[in-house]
């Protein structure tokens, strides 16, 4: 039988291939019941090069962390400078799928229960993305000749960012608490009223949406 010829990639090439692996893993089952074998079976690659690339487990977890967020934050500032964006409440919209999605929760889970959150050297205050997004807002903004302080920008971000995240981890308890259960309506219901909250608290909200609402309230009365 001939061998199958070794692939050969360039570091950036394998580190990415790992990273991907290590983040289909991730979205399955979360970085607590998954360890280096596993990604480097996963990987098609040599325990010993994830070992090389990462050093240990934790590392490779807050690397693809680390990669999934700029992925996140790439797409969303695309969204941003779209002509077509729509504006707050498309932006809250494109960010409530993405802290939905099942690999954002675990690997949020994995940092707090880590206790990885709470150091210095952690990605989040090396990258300062989110601080990447503001400006990109902040440009937005002055291109459509809308003025907003950069003071009210960072504001609204950690409003809609942590209402977004504390819903995705315990929505469905908060409802319960409300003696109600929780629903796909109710998730819809939650964040056209974030947005409409952001869009007032900005003075960005589209000059007909107030009368929308009001017809909306009278068909139902």
């Known amino acids: 039988m001939t061998r199958a010829p070794r692939v050969r990639r360039s570091p950036e090439e394998a580190r990415r291939t790992i990273l991907d692996a290590a983040l289909r893993l991730f979205a399955n089952a979360g970085p607590d019941a998954v360890g280096l074998k596993e ?36 797409e969303t500032i695309a969204r941003i400078v779209e002509l077509s964006s729509g504006g707050p ?13 099942p690999l954002y929760g675990r690997l949020i889970a994995w940092a707090l229960l880590s206790g990885r959150m709470d150091q210095d050297d952690f990605f989040p205050r090396r990258d300062q993305g989110f ?15 809308k003025v907003l302080s950069r003071e009210d920008i960072e504001f609204l971000m950690l409003l809609s960012l942590t209402a977004l995240m504390g819903y995705a981890v315990g929505g469905k308890a908060l409802w319960a608490g409300l003696g109600k259960n929780a629903s796909a309506e109710r998730d819809a219901w939650f964040h056209e009223r974030l947005a409409s909250a952001v869009e007032t608290l900005s003075g960005l909200a589209p000059p007909d949406r107030p009368k929308t609402r009001a017809k909306a309230k009278k068909k139902r009365a």
């Open 39 to 74: 990604v480097a079976k996963e990987a098609v690659v040599s325990h010993a090069l994830v070992t090389h690339y990462f050093g240990t487990y934790d590392a490779l977890v807050e690397a693809a962390f680390g990669e999934h967020t700029r992925r996140v934050r790439a």
């Open 131 to 145: 601080r990447k997004v503001a400006d990109v807002i902040e440009m937005r903004l002055a291109f459509d000749k």
């Open 89 to 101: 409440r498309a932006w809250i919209q494109h960010a409530s799928v993405q802290l939905n999605r």
